[in-house]
């Protein structure tokens, strides 16, 4: 079992910047893939990110240049480092960890119960 709690979200305005973080405990983390998702009101669940434990990245093209994706596998934490924000951008952003680090949630076992960022425009 891995549990996810992710903190870090928040109200901002457009163009503002936000860094959301996700703790793991229980099973070893630093093997797991990670990756972050986020879920817009009355929109499916879509993917923003997602690390390799080794450190590899991926990225939707919506995020690209704007998000960084990284982890700190001795705190078992992953990090979005979110600039350049939306309004688009507002979601609950959910944390998952899996086993490749790619864009398809049924890659992935565990789930956090998500963070709200709201961005203003």
């Known amino acids: 079992q891995v549990q996810l709690v992710e903190s870090g979200g928040g109200l901002v305005q457009a163009g503002g910047s936000l860094r959301l973080s996700c703790a793991a405990s229980g099973r070893t983390f630093s093997s797991n893939a990670m990756g972050w998702f986020r879920q817009a009101p009355g929109k499916e669940r879509e993917f923003v990110a997602a690390?390799?434990?080794?450190?590899?990245?991926n990225y939707a093209d919506s995020v690209k240049g704007r998000f960084t994706i990284s982890r700190d596998n001795a705190k078992n934490t992953v990090y979005l480092q979110m600039n350049s924000l939306k309004p688009e951008d507002t979601a609950v952003y959910y944390c998952?960890?899996?086993?490749?680090?790619?864009?398809?949630?049924?890659?992935?076992?565990?789930w956090g119960k998500g963070t709200q960022v709201t961005v203003t425009s």
């Open positions: 998952a960890a899996g086993w490749r680090p790619n864009s398809k949630q049924s890659n992935y076992i565990y």
């Open positions: 690390i390799s434990g080794s450190g590899n990245t």
